[in-house]
T-cell receptor, first 115, second 111 residues
Framework: KAGVTQTPRYLIKTRGQQVTLSCSPI?????VSWYQQTPGQGLQFLFE???????NKGNFPGRFSGRQFSNSRSEMNVSTLELGDSALYLC??????????????FGPGTRLTVL | GDSVTQMEGPVTLSEEAFLTINCTYT??????LFWYVQYPGEGLQLLLK?????DKGSNKGFEATYRKETTSFHLEKGSVQVSDSAVYFCALSDNDYKLSFGAGTTVTVRA
């Protein structure tokens, strides 16, 4: 079974630009979560989607948004980029329900650098 | 809110030494507990999990027991190898569709 894939793996943007990151979950998984990882703040939860519905959202400004498509693929968007948005963005997928609802499998991440 | 506290690193060990990484948590409900490992330049890999009190998770020689009375989930391995060098994260999920992570512990194993 293929794992979670994220594209692109690396991005360099300048302040004020916007960026879209993509995530394809493990086949059969209907939940996709996004996390931001930085040296200072560690791993922070952004949002989670299940069957195209956002079920939970972390404490991030409205510049961070996401969506999920009917095939469970997900995108997250960051508008008006700031230097502090430089981070590794990790996507995780899970079945999203039942006993394994909390068991999440991570992709390799997208490294975003904002200049 | 939910939180996880794990011992700060870095931890440096010799090959075949015993490894313990302490992890304690605060949660309002009955969370599931996890250990994830991150190798350089990679995402997180699920190492082991426990979903209820007294459960023991184990994988690749690593073990951790869910202790509700002490709100702990300490990670142990009896004999580490150089290939175990990585960053280890303790995490919990309280049925709110998200993981809350500890700060991570960097482990370096020397040959």
């Amino acid at each position: 079974k293929a794992g979670v894939t994220q594209t692109p793996r690396y991005l360099i943007k300048t302040r004020g630009q916007q960026v879209t990151l993509s995530c394809s979950p493990i086949s059969g998984h209907r939940s996709v979560s996004w996390y931001q990882q930085t040296p200072g703040q560690g791993l922070q939860f952004l949002f989670e989607y299940f069957s195209e519905t956002q079920r939970n959202k972390g404490n991030f400004p409205g510049r961070f948004s996401g969506r999920q498509f009917s095939n469970s693929r997900s995108e997250m968007n960051v508008s008006t980029l700031e230097l502090g948005d430089s981070a590794l963005y990790l996507c995780a997928s899970s079945l999203g329900r039942g006993r394994a609802v909390n068991e999440q499998f991570f992709g390799p991440g997208t490294r975003l650098t904002v200049l | 809110g939910d939180s996880v506290t794990q011992m700060e690193g870095p931890v440096t060990l010799s090959e075949e030494a015993f490894l313990t990484i302490n992890c304690t948590y605060t949660a309002t409900g009955y969370p599931s507990l996890f250990w994830y490992v991150q190798y350089p330049g990679e995402g997180l890999q699920l190492l082991l999990k426990a979903t209820k009190a007294d459960d023991k998770g184990s994988n690749k020689g690593f073990e951790a027991t869910y202790r509700k009375e002490t709100t702990s989930f300490h990670l142990e391995k009896g004999s580490v190898q150089v290939s175990d060098s990585a960053v280890y994260f303790c995490a919990l999920s309280d049925n709110d569709y998200k993981l809350s992570f500890g700060a991570g512990t960097t482990v370096t194993v020397r040959a």
